[in-house]
């Protein structure tokens, strides 16, 4: 699927990464599934963090590396926050109804998107995190759908 690259940006720290995902959770709508690449420690949970801290949800938010996903109930909406770093299968994503969450009314969150190409492929975002020198991250935003479009002109 072909996505348009809606910006990119670098951040300094995880502060400043955690309130751009803020910006983002709160632009976020119903049905939106949003994919995030990037290597380990890259900084895919703090950006999540962030986007479910805008979208209302509190308590702690880790990554659910050995569960493989957590619904969270934010103030909006209801949220699906996957990990795929140990997915074995996609038929894992099946047996819990993560695809037939897509474009329902959760929206869902995947950390190691790029380990499942059918998610990848069904994405309405895939957020791309390179780490670099220092703490910085350079985030690279894409999106395909209309919904998701309204992402590009995010200010934090």
Known sequence: MRRTR???LRTTSDA???????ALGARITRGLAVCLTGPLGAGKTVLVRGICRGMGVTGDIVS????LMEMMRG???????I???RLEHERELEEIGVF???????VVLAEWGDR???LLESADVVIHIEPGAD???SITVEADTAAAMQLGDVAW
């Open 6 to 8: 809606l910006h990119t």
């Open 135 to 137: 703490g910085d991250r």
């Open 116 to 118: 499942s190409p059918a």
């Open 100 to 106: 037939d969450m897509l474009g329902g009314d959760t």
């Open 83 to 85: 990990d795929l770093y």
């Open 16 to 22: 400043e990464t955690e309130r751009y995902g803020a």
């Open 75 to 81: 103030s909006r909406m209801e949220v699906a926050h």
């Open 64 to 67: 659910p590396t050995f569960i």
